[in-house]
């Protein structure tokens, strides 16, 4: 029995060397196609500067590698300044990113056959930040978009100069929308005579374009130092400065206040806004914000006091939301009265009553003194 015992244990074993040898093979037979194919990387990779915060992405298939019944493509891995990886079967890509700071991509060439995917290895190149120390660079930019009633679109900006910028120093703003670039002709200066704010009263962004870039550039130019150009994107819808409601309507309708308006000056239809609704209480005191997300508006209020009503705009669901408009002008309804006049009427009674009754007992009480003293003087 124990004879028996050992050779069954014997052939257990032979039976688990087996099948770890057989789940070997399997393992290892997927991956026999890539040591039969070798897959080269790409050649000449290039970045170019082709616009403002624009790089061209270029390259060329390894002439080495096979081309026979493989699917090519290349992972492109974007360092900075922004990380960001995707596949192309192009031999180009642009992005779009700032600038100031350098920028860097690897690249790979990825061979599909058979459901195997096999990847090169990375080719490497950057681009140099430009000359400048970074505390030259302007701080603080900020830009506002109008749509005009022309429908054109105007462009302010604002900024510090870099805590390191010499006094001399010039500082000058493009903007980039698409393919067109221009350079500001309306500065507003320091007092040190620097160039701080820029004005554009029409600039090529389109106003019914969805989430597009706008790109601003600026540089400077000094005696004593060389100044870091810096770069910003921006949103267009994002930094867009929503025009006020139109044609504000408030009237009283028995306990009820109704008001009425129309969208701002826009392209995008009246679906594209909301509003907040400002309501204050001149006799309480109480103050109300309300979102709205209709041109109307019906709201159960106190008759017996006067409110001053307010309203404002902004972008909703069609695109980023920009900066909330300014308020409309202040308009006025109802009158402030008293909430009972028949208390108001019985209480006044009452005052008068006691007034006259308090009177009356001075009075009588002065003539019977009169007559006490006489008698004693009799």
Known sequence: MAVLIY???IMASMMIVFLILLWTTNLVQPN????AVQVFPPVNFTLTVSALAQVLLHWKPNPNQEQKNYTIRYD?????????????KKTHSIRTAALHNGFSAHIR?????NDLLMRSDWVKEKLPPPPGAPETSVTNLSCVTRITISSTVSLHCTWLPGQGTPEDTKYFLFYRYETYTEECQDYIKDKWNRNTECRFSVTQIDPEEVDNLVVIHINGSSKYAAIKPFQQLFNQNAIEKVNVPR???VFLEQNDLLATWEKPISPFPKECFEYEFYLFNLKSGNKQILKISSNDFRLRIDVTSRYSIQIRANHHICCTRGFWSDWSEVIYVGQNKLENPVAWILAVLCVFTCCTFLLVAIIC????????VKTHDI
Request: one cysteine or more.
């Open 365 to 372: 009480k002065i003539g019977y003194g009169c007559r006490v």
């Open 76 to 88: 492109v891995k974007i360092l900075s300044p922004v990380p960001e990886e995707y596949d192309t």
């Open 247 to 249: 044609n504000v309507t």
């Open 32 to 35: 026999t196609p890539q040591a």
């Open 109 to 113: 060439t990825l061979l599909l056959h």
């Open 7 to 9: 050779h069954l244990k």
